[in-house]
């Protein structure tokens, strides 16, 4: 199993919370899309097993047009082999998904769509900087359903400062009445350099309480399960066979080829990523040579990345995959971790498998940091 990733690093306006590598000025998007091109020649052997996903991201991958989408979707199809049943994913905002957009869109090899909505309250999306609003963000919705997208996901965003429990709780309620396939929610997370980080460090916002954070994080998980999704990874929720095959993928160490300026790539062995510039980018296929740092991942390195991935999913850690994996040493450094957390109920193992209880869920990040090699 393989995956392709592909980061469109164009964005109409940038909201205020988001440190991912984009900009705004889209002169060069064909001299990009033609990179992008000569990229995903260029790096054909390094996937040589059938393309199971593939993820445009972003950014904003609907900033395309459809002359882009045609261009990258002949080279791909031309140099990879891209299973039938490939689940191809396009993020898109709101605001970009006119009727004629989503038609567009429809024509394409895409069958699955990740919508950037975040909230359904006025007020937030403009604190937040987002360029719809919630009509629009509905809107848009039945849009895809009626051009017979029935593969949807949808990104919340929850923990901002001043919000509500029941204020979240109708995002929750709007969310589950758009009969979506697909819930990914996230806290709000205060990245450096950026201007809610700064609004921040000034005082002119004060962070949720934690105890609101975690009453949040508990009634998005009650809503979403009671209304039939499975909580599969931390911040994932998916119908029955709608889990984001894409990124179940990185939960299970699969490799994946990330095309783009600051994309990633995993290789089983490695890590690597683009550089961060799109000039420099450019530059670099138009001579035809990929600039990107590589970080070789040794046993613990790979250790680690066995509990983060493992412990975040519903699936969890297999403990005699890990044993085998990572030898006797490390399997005993991480049972005699994990015990007062089993004897806590925090942690669970049965099947083998070792899991976050709903309990543990809430204090992960801890959990996993304790498990780790240092
Ligand atoms: S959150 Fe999404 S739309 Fe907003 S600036 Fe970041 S990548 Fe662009």
Same mark, same amino acid.
């Given at each position: 199993?393989?995956?392709?990733?592909?980061?469109?690093?164009?964005?109409?306006?940038?909201?205020?919370?988001?440190? *991912?590598?984009?900009? %705004?000025?889209?002169?060069?998007?064909?001299?990009?899309?033609?990179?992008?091109?000569?990229?995903?020649?260029?790096?054909?052997?390094?996937?040589?097993?059938?393309?199971?996903?593939?993820?445009?991201?972003?950014?904003?991958?609907?900033?395309?047009?459809?002359?882009?989408?045609?261009?990258?979707?002949?080279?791909?199809?031309?140099?990879?082999?891209?299973?039938?049943?490939?689940?191809?994913?396009?993020?898109?905002?709101?605001?970009?998904?006119?009727?004629?957009?989503?038609?567009?869109?429809?024509?394409?090899?895409?069958?699955?769509?990740?919508?950037?909505?975040?909230?359904?309250?006025?007020?937030?999306?403009?604190?937040?900087?987002?360029?719809?609003?919630?009509?629009?963000?509905?809107?848009?919705?039945?849009?895809?359903?009626?051009?017979?997208?029935?593969?949807?996901?949808?990104?919340?965003?929850?923990?901002?400062?001043?919000?509500?429990?029941?204020?979240?709780?109708?995002?929750?309620?709007?969310?589950?009445?758009?009969?979506?396939?697909?819930?990914?929610?996230?806290?709000?997370?205060?990245?450096?350099?950026?201007?809610?980080?700064?609004?921040?460090?000034?005082?002119?916002?004060?962070?949720?309480?934690?105890?609101?954070?975690?009453?949040?994080?508990?009634?998005?998980?009650?809503?979403?399960?009671?209304?039939?999704?499975?909580?599969?990874?931390?911040?994932?929720?998916?119908?029955?066979?709608?889990?984001?095959?894409?990124?179940?993928?990185?939960?299970?160490?699969?490799?994946?080829?990330?095309?783009?300026?600051?994309?990633?790539?995993?290789?089983?062995?490695?890590?690597?990523?683009?550089?961060?510039?799109?000039?420099?980018?450019?530059?670099?296929?138009?001579?035809?040579?990929?600039?990107?740092?590589?970080?070789?991942?040794?046993?613990?390195?790979?250790?680690?990345?066995?509990?983060?991935?493992?412990?975040?999913?519903?699936?969890?850690?297999?403990?005699?995959?890990?044993?085998?994996?990572?030898?006797?040493?490390?399997?005993? *450094?991480?049972?005699?971790?994990?015990?007062?957390?089993?004897?806590?109920?925090?942690?669970?193992?049965?099947?083998?498998?070792?899991?976050? %209880?709903?309990?543990?869920?809430?204090?992960?990040?801890?959990?996993?940091?304790?498990?780790?090699?240092?």
């Amino acid at each position: 199993m393989a995956g392709i990733y592909i980061h469109i690093p164009y964005c109409k306006t940038r909201c205020t919370y988001c440190d *991912f590598y984009t900009l %705004t000025n889209e002169s060069q998007i064909d001299a990009f899309v033609d990179a992008l091109c000569t990229e995903a020649g260029i790096r054909k052997e390094e996937l040589n097993e059938p393309v199971q996903t593939i993820y445009f991201g972003g950014g904003t991958p609907s900033r395309l047009h459809k002359e882009h989408f045609d261009q990258i979707f002949d080279t791909l199809f031309s140099h990879y082999v891209i299973d039938p049943n490939a689940e191809i994913t396009v993020e898109a905002n709101p605001d970009d998904l006119s009727d004629d957009y989503i038609r567009m869109l429809a024509q394409l090899p895409v069958n699955r769509l990740s919508i950037g909505i975040q909230s359904f309250d006025d007020g937030e999306l403009k604190f937040l900087s987002r360029r719809h609003s919630a009509r629009q963000a509905i809107d848009a919705v039945k849009k895809c359903q009626q051009q017979g997208f029935h593969n949807i996901s949808i990104d919340l965003m929850y923990g901002l400062p001043g919000q509500t429990l029941e204020r979240w709780e109708q995002n929750l309620y709007q969310a589950l009445a758009l009969d979506i396939q697909h819930v990914s929610a996230y806290h709000l997370i205060y990245e450096e350099k950026t201007r809610m980080y700064s609004l921040l460090k000034a005082g002119k916002i004060k962070p949720v309480d934690e105890e609101i954070s975690t009453a949040m994080f508990g009634r998005l998980i009650d809503r979403l399960t009671t209304d039939g999704f499975i909580h599969y990874e931390i911040s994932a929720f998916g119908k029955e066979g709608y889990f984001s095959r894409h990124n179940s993928a990185y939960w299970q160490n699969k490799k994946y080829l990330g095309l783009g300026p600051a994309a990633h790539s995993y290789d089983g062995d490695n890590r690597s990523w683009n550089v961060a510039s799109l000039n420099r980018y450019i530059k670099n296929m138009e001579s035809g040579s990929p600039e990107r740092e590589t970080e070789h991942l040794n046993p613990y390195e790979k250790y680690n990345e066995f509990i983060l991935t493992g412990l975040r999913t519903m699936w969890g850690v297999n403990l005699p995959e890990m044993k085998s994996r990572f030898g006797e040493t490390l399997f005993q *450094f991480c049972m005699e971790n994990a015990q007062k957390y089993l004897d806590k109920g925090l942690l669970t193992t049965e099947d083998q498998t070792m899991k976050l %209880t709903r309990e543990g869920i809430f204090i992960s990040d801890g959990i996993m940091s304790d498990l780790m090699w240092v």
